[in-house]
């Protein structure tokens, strides 16, 4: 099985910007669909942006015109480019992919990577 290990969350002002990583052990070819979900405390897991193995793109209105998402597919890896963020971006985000945008089809979720937008 595929391991996604996500990283490069940190503390950010707002109005900056960060760029989080998804690395996959194998493969993500296999994968026809990649998610970045977001957790704040408090709140249940929701979706931030998703893309198919054509490249097409999901995105939350939350993050839309600020967020994008992609992937290297030479690199196994896929990216979450954050522009402009806010607060109420702070939450741990993960990676997950699968056969399709259903999360049924998801693997097992990481520990993900901590995001806190404050000055």
């Known amino acids: 099985q595929v391991q996604l290990v996500e990283s490069g969350g940190g503390l950010v002002q707002p109005g900056g910007s960060l760029r989080l990583s998804c690395a996959a052990s194998?493969?993500?070819?296999?994968?026809?669909?990649m998610v970045w979900y977001r957790q704040a405390p408090g709140k249940q897991r929701g979706l931030v942006a998703a893309i198919t193995s054509g490249g097409s793109t999901v995105y939350a209105n939350s993050v839309k015109g600020r967020f994008t998402i992609s992937r290297d597919n030479a690199k196994n890896t896929v990216y979450l480019q954050m522009n402009t963020v806010k607060p109420e971006d702070t939450a741990v985000y993960y990676c997950n992919g699968g056969s399709s945008l259903l999360p049924s089809s998801f693997g097992p979720w990481g520990q993900g990577t901590q995001v806190t937008v404050s000055s």
């Open positions: 194998g493969s993500i070819f296999s994968f026809n669909a």
